[in-house]
C-alpha cells in the first residue's frame, strides 16, 4: 500500500533552517504530484509548495525566496529546505502524493522555531 513518512521536523531558532524529507513506498512516484502542506492547531491545512510530476514547482507567498520544494525520483522522496525560518513556521508539515483525483498523506512532521 502507498505509504508517505516525513521525517527532519525539529526544534529550531529563528533564522534557521531545516530539511524535511518525505520518503514514498508503494506507489509509482515519479507518476504523482507531491506537495508540503502544513497545520496549526485549530486550522485547516495550508499549501506550503508543490511540486508536479514534470518538475514544474509552485509556491505559496510566505514560503517563496525562503523554501525550495525538489523530488529525487529514483529515491522515491520530496524534499523542503526551508531557511530564514520564523516563528510563524511553526507547525506540523505534512507530506501530500496526488493524482488523478486520488490523495495521500503523511503523517505529519513537526517544526517548531523559537528561540
Known amino acids: 500500500q502507498v505509504q508517505l513518512v516525513e521525517s527532519g521536523g525539529g526544534k529550531v531558532q529563528p533564522g534557521g533552517s531545516l530539511r524535511l524529507s518525505c520518503a514514498a513506498s508503494?506507489?509509482?512516484?515519479?507518476?504523482?504530484?507531491m506537495g508540503w502542506y502544513r497545520q496549526y492547531p485549530g486550522n485547516q491545512r495550508e499549501l506550503v509548495a508543490i511540486?508536479?510530476?514534470?518538475?514544474?514547482?509552485n509556491y505559496a507567498d510566505f514560503a517563496e525566496g525562503r523554501f525550495t520544494i525538489s523530488r529525487d525520483n529514483y529515491e522515491n522522496t520530496m524534499f523542503l529546505q526551508m531557511n530564514s525560518l520564523k516563528s510563524e513556521d511553526t507547525a506540523i508539515y505534512y507530506c501530500?502524493?496526488?493524482?488523478?483525483?486520488?490523495?495521500?498523506w503523511g503523517q505529519g512532521t513537526q517544526v517548531t522555531v523559537s528561540s
Open positions: 501530500k502524493a496526488s493524482r488523478n483525483y486520488i490523495n495521500y
Open positions: 511540486i508536479r510530476s514534470g518538475g514544474g514547482t
Open positions: 508503494g506507489m509509482a512516484f515519479s507518476l504523482y504530484d
